[in-house]
């Protein structure tokens, strides 16, 4: 069993930064592909960034590109999404999930996701 722990949601202005955070545990030692997505109120969950074990790949969603950075630290079996420059439409709740593969042809899809965390909200206000 595999669980995943969002922190640092919040609010900020447009142009602003948040940091999130996701750590997981389960596997001894946990070594897991993890990602970002997010969902909107009524809109279907969308990728936003991924990492793989190793942290030496990443792929990002096309609106979150030059603006967020996906980092991990291996030491504490934990990733970071750094969003800066944040848009009002960057308003969603986040999700941290597990990612069983890291071809960036497949990256993005939420089919290839397993594991979950609960969500974290972002709001940005204009």
């Known amino acids: 069993q595999v669980e995943l722990k969002e922190s640092g949601g919040g609010s900020a202005q447009a142009g602003g930064s948040l940091r999130l955070s996701c750590t997981a545990s389960g596997e001894t030692p946990p070594t897991f592909n993890l990602g970002w997505f997010r969902q909107r109120p009524g809109e279907e969950r969308e990728f936003v960034a991924v990492i793989s074990r190793s942290g030496s790949i990443v792929h990002y969603a096309d609106s979150v590109k030059g603006r967020f950075i996906i980092s991990r630290e291996h030491a504490k079996n934990t990733i970071f999404l750094q969003m800066n420059n944040l848009k009002p439409e960057d308003t969603a709740v986040y999700y941290c999930?597990?990612?069983?593969?890291?071809?960036?042809?497949?990256?993005?899809?939420?089919?290839?996701?397993?594991?979950w965390g609960q969500g974290t909200q972002i709001t940005v206000s204009s």
């Open positions: 999930a597990r990612a069983r593969e890291i071809r960036s042809e497949v990256a993005s899809k939420i089919e290839t996701y397993d594991f």
